[in-house]
């Protein structure tokens, strides 16, 4: 759901040895149909709010601006 200037993602995965992490990269990927290598956290892998870049992605789908 939009936030601000970001997205606000809710996971029913544990914050523990990056599996909220993991889930993360992996829903980005599936909503953006792409690969999951094309999904990086660049900032705030330990931290509840994260930065994420999405290669070959020019706009979240479903959405019209940013």
Not at 14 to 22: E, F, Q, S, T, W
Not at 45 to 66: L, N, Y
Request: net charge positive.
């Amino acid at each position: 759901m939009p936030e601000g200037a970001g997205w606000k993602v809710y996971l029913c995965a544990p914050a523990v040895d990056g599996k909220a992490n993991a889930r993360l990269v992996e829903f980005l990927a599936d909503h953006c149909r792409v690969r999951k290598s094309a999904v990086a956290i660049v900032r705030g892998q330990a931290s509840r709010r994260k930065v994420v870049e999405i290669a070959g992605v020019d706009g979240f789908p479903g959405q019209t601006s940013f």
